[in-house]
């Protein structure tokens, strides 16, 4: 499967953000998919995560305000950015992989279908 990740944005403070993820390739229900960022001297951290049956996950510091989707019909992910903060500025990938009944979060780590990336800024 490939990812293709359109350009992310910049917004101010309690604003908000919608990024989508383009598959292609095999059949995009079969994964699990998620995104992850990264923010300059940061370590990657896993945002959200969607299995193929439709369960959720999220990182603590983003639970109440993005919310992860995914569209089969269209073979997109989704992540709708809410309330955005300062800290939430980094660059997001979009990752796939199997993840047979496995714990998205970890089996995602370690994929190696990544997007291109995509700079989210927000600003104070």
């Known amino acids: 499967v490939q990812l293709k990740v359109p350009g992310g944005g910049s917004v101010q403070t309690s604003g908000s953000l919608r990024l989508s993820c383009a598959a292609s390739?095999?059949?995009?229900?079969?994964?699990?998919m998620g995104w992850f960022r990264q923010a300059p001297g940061q370590e990657r951290e896993g945002v959200a995560t969607?299995?193929?049956?439709?369960?959720?996950a999220y990182a603590d510091s983003v639970k109440g305000r993005f919310n992860i989707s995914r569209d089969n019909a269209k073979d997109t992910l989704y992540l709708q950015m809410n309330n955005l903060k300062p800290e939430d500025t980094a660059m997001y990938y979009c990752?796939?992989?199997?993840?047979?009944?496995?714990?998205?979060?970890?089996?995602?780590?370690?994929?190696?279908?990544w997007g291109q990336g995509t700079q989210v800024t927000v600003s104070s």
């Open positions: 990752v796939a992989d199997q993840c047979w009944g496995l714990a998205a979060m970890q089996v995602l780590a370690i994929s190696h279908l």
């Open positions: 969607i299995d193929a049956d439709g369960t959720t």
């Open positions: 390739g095999e059949a995009f229900s079969r994964y699990c």
